[in-house]
């Protein structure tokens, strides 16, 4: 998956969340936790490649289970320690560990995931390599742009219209 497809659909992955939880997160660190974490994967490892003798772009250690759990651990005991202090913030863990999974679910392809499941296959990891011209040829990734650029369009005109966030949010009390 690309940039658009990985950054459109995390971001409305978390705008669903927030929508069924009913709740209200400050929209701009919303967007900037979750896009942030949701190129994260690609942030790290592609410029990773040529330190390790291999091209630039390919899947590394970044794109493992291995790191997902881990950063999903580092999350949870941010999320546990923030949330005893009653703060807002501890949202913001949860969503960053979201955008992590969110993109290596995205990036699952059908002619194997041996760098998700690394180390089962060896320690090394495959040099795989980055080319826009990927994004031409392939049907999946194509589509994924287009939906993740749709979802991006649609959220920034909520944004504009103050409608992206809930309003104060009605605590009223049931009836009878
Ligand atoms: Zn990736």
């Known amino acids: 998956m690309f940039p658009l497809g990985h950054v459109g659909i995390a971001l409305g992955v978390g ?3 927030m929508r069924y939880l009913k ?7 919303f967007i900037v936790i979750l896009g942030v974490a949701s190129l994260t994967p690609d942030l790290i490892d592609k410029p990773m490649g040529p ?4 091209p630039f772009g390919g899947r590394l250690f970044a794109h493992t289970l291995v790191f997902a759990f881990i ?4 999350c949870l005991v941010l999320w546990l ?17 979201l955008g992590v999974w969110v993109h290596l679910l995205l990036d699952l392809s059908l002619e194997g995931n041996a760098v998700l499941l690394w ?22 990734a194509i589509a994924g742009e287009v939906v ?15 409608r992206f966030a809930l309003a104060e949010r009605e605590d009223r009390p049931e009836n009878g």
């Open 71 to 74: 950063v999903m651990a580092v």
């Open 81 to 97: 320690r923030w949330s005893k202090k009653g703060t807002a913030v501890s949202i913001w863990p949860l969503l960053f560990s």
């Open 148 to 162: 993740g650029a749709i979802i991006l369009v649609y959220l920034l005109v909520l944004l504009l219209l103050g």
């Open 23 to 29: 709740s209200s997160w400050d929209p701009k660190l």
């Open 15 to 17: 705008f669903l969340i």
């Open 119 to 140: 180390p089962a296959y060896g320690v090394a990891f495959p040099s795989g390599e980055f080319s826009w011209g990927h994004l031409t040829a392939s049907p999946v």
């Open 51 to 54: 330190l390790f003798g291999l």
